[in-house]
């Protein structure tokens, strides 16, 4: 049986999912995307749509091509072929900058952290596309230029209170846990404000306690009303804290539903037999 959900009529759709995916309202649209390293097909014809309110999952083996549909969207990768399109604007062409200025956001990994520096200006960086005040006056530390800076400061501040780092943010990156360093790089994609925030692998590496703060913050910012598309490979997060999956196996759409119609569809299975330490009953 295919799960499939995507010519659903709005509304439709999301009957059963969760209340807050139930206008379906169609945020990011990707239209048979392609990306090919040299002969290497990475992603395939891809197709999915994310709906406005809703936290997508994106799950596959090792390899799928899911980190490299997010780098697609994000304007990391050009498209080989297809498009992208954001609230119905086409994306496709677009440079990175201009994607998180639309209102695109992603995680950042702990390898681009400023480790040596404290947390709150890991978060302060984060506001770089925001300032209005010309380079030289911020050089010149002019009045205007620091007003900006503390007011950036500030913002970071209440983004790391929010996500539960407030206690450590003059530590020096480098000093936190490895689950406190992962939650600081979505704090730094949060700084833009983002409408959708795109997360590869948030929970990866982290112990159980630390998987639980992370739900609950993703629900936390879903319910501050920013949408989520999520890849992760921990099934037991995946299908608790998911709306809809998509399902990519060699960079194409294998199945798209709700997390039980994805947990019961026998293509899914056998994409992950034999292929991933996954277990779909974990
Ligand atoms: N920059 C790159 N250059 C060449 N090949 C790449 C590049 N990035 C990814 N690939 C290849 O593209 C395919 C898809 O990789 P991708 O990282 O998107 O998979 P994934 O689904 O995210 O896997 P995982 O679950 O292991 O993170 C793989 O065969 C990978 O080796
Ligand atoms: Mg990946």
Sequence with gaps: MTAETTTAPAGA??????????????????????????GLVAVDHLSFEVRKGEILGIIGPNGAGKSTI????????????????????????????????????RQFQTSTLFMSLP?????????????????WKRLLRWPSARREEREFRRRGEEILDRMGLGAVKDEITKNLPHGYQRILGICIALAQEPTLL?????????????????????????????????????????????????????????????????????????????KDEMLLDE
């Design 119 to 135: 947390v709150t200006d890991n978060v302060f960086y984060g506001f770089h596309l925001d300032y209005k005040t010309a380079i």
């Design 70 to 105: 997010l780098g697609v969207i994000s304007g990391f990768y050009p498209a080989t072929a297809g498009k992208v399109f954001f609230q119905d604007k086409d994306i496709t062409k677009l440079k990175t900058h201009q994607i998180v200025a639309l209102g695109i956001g």
């Design 198 to 274: 795109l997360l590869d692998e948030p929970m990866t590496g982290m112990n159980e306690t630390e998987i639980d703060t992370m739900l609950e913050l993703v629900r936390g910012i879903r319910d501050s009303g920013v949408t989520i598309a999520m890849i992760e490979h921990n099934m037991t997060a995946v299908m608790s804290l998911c709306d809809r999956i998509v399902v990519v196996d060699h960079g194409q759409k294998i199945a798209e539903g709700l997390p039980q119609q994805i947990q019961d569809n026998e293509q899914v299975i056998e994409a992950y037999l034999g």
């Design 13 to 38: 759709a999301a009957a059963g999912a969760a209340a807050t995916t139930a206008a379906g309202e169609v945020l990011l649209r990707v239209e048979e995307v392609s990306k090919h390293f040299g």
